[in-house]
C-alpha cells in the first residue's frame, strides 16, 4: 500500500507561483505512477498532469502546460508540483494520486485509473 500527503496549498494573487508537494510513504515509490488532479467548486475532478516512474516522462493537461511543472525523487519520496503565472481558474483542491505500474513511462490521465489518494490541499487564486 502506498499513503500520500499533499502539502504547500495557500492563498495567492494571479500571476505568482506556489509549490506544492506530495510525500509518499509505505511502499516502494518507484513502482509507482503519480499524477496530479483538482478539483474546484461544483467541478469534476480534472487531470492537471503525471510524471512516470522513470522520475522524467511528464504529461500535463492543455490548460496547464508551459504554466506547471512536475519534479519526482523517487530516493526522497517525494513529487512536487510548480505551478507559475497562477490564474483564478487554478484554485481547487489539489490530490496527489499513484498507482503501482509495470511501465517506467506510462502515466495514466482518469482519475479512476489511480488506486491510492492523498486528502488534498487547496490552492486558491484571487484575482
Known amino acids: 500500500q502506498l499513503q500520500l500527503q499533499e502539502s504547500g496549498g495557500q492563498l495567492a494573487q494571479a500571476g505568482d507561483s506556489l509549490k506544492v508537494s506530495c510525500t509518499a510513504s509505505g511502499s516502494p515509490f518507484s513502482d509507482y505512477v503519480v499524477g496530479w488532479f483538482r478539483q474546484s467548486s461544483g467541478n469534476e475532478r480534472e487531470f492537471v498532469g503525471g510524471i512516470a516512474r522513470d522520475e522524467v516522462t511528464t504529461n500535463y493537461t492543455d490548460a496547464v502546460r508551459g504554466r506547471f511543472t512536475i519534479a519526482r525523487d523517487n530516493a526522497k519520496n517525494l513529487v512536487e508540483l510548480y505551478m507559475n503565472s497562477l490564474k483564478a481558474e487554478d484554485t481547487a483542491v489539489y490530490y496527489c494520486?499513484?498507482?503501482?505500474?509495470?511501465?517506467?513511462?506510462?502515466?495514466?490521465?482518469?482519475?479512476?485509473?489511480?488506486?491510492?489518494w492523498g486528502q488534498g490541499t487547496q490552492v486558491t487564486i484571487s484575482s
Open positions: 494520486a499513484g498507482k503501482r505500474v509495470a511501465s517506467p513511462s506510462w502515466i495514466p490521465r482518469r482519475d479512476w485509473m489511480y488506486v491510492y
